[in-house]
């Protein structure tokens, strides 16, 4: 069975660069190194990207969404809503179709908020 000269040619090359880079195992490392900086560089940049200006919010009318924090006066994170504060102004609120909230310190006895679009406690 006859090969094709330029598959000759490409497993002439990938031998040569193996042998090449067997000697000189320091390059090597190094630059395997590098390319595994740049991919998962891209990756992380690509990731950003497309969850911040690429990907739509999953939200209906996502448009209409307004962010609203407490007045922390503490130190800890004003951008963020206790649960407790959430569920009253849930239950009192008249101007919104629906709400949701995110609280990033948990404490013992704190609800869980969990769902996927619709409302549950």
Not at 4 to 17: E, G, I, N
Not at 73 to 95: K, N
Request: proline share 2%; hydrophobic share 40%; glycine share 10%.
């Amino acid at each position: 069975m006859a090969s094709h000269p330029s598959l000759d040619t490409l497993f002439q090359d990938v031998r040569y660069t193996l042998r090449t880079l067997r000697r000189n195992a320091g390059f090597t490392i190094f630059a395997i190194m590098i390319v595994g900086l740049g991919i998962g560089a891209s990756s992380t940049v690509f990731s950003v990207v497309n969850a911040l200006l690429i990907r739509q919010l999953p939200f209906h009318e996502p448009g209409r969404l307004v962010w609203m924090a407490n007045h922390d006066t503490s130190g800890l994170s004003g951008q963020t809503t206790q649960v407790g504060h959430f569920l009253d102004l849930r239950e009192q609120s008249r101007s919104f179709s629906e709400l949701a909230a995110y609280f990033a310190f948990y404490g013992v006895g704190d609800n869980k908020l969990t769902g996927l679009g619709e409302r549950s406690v």
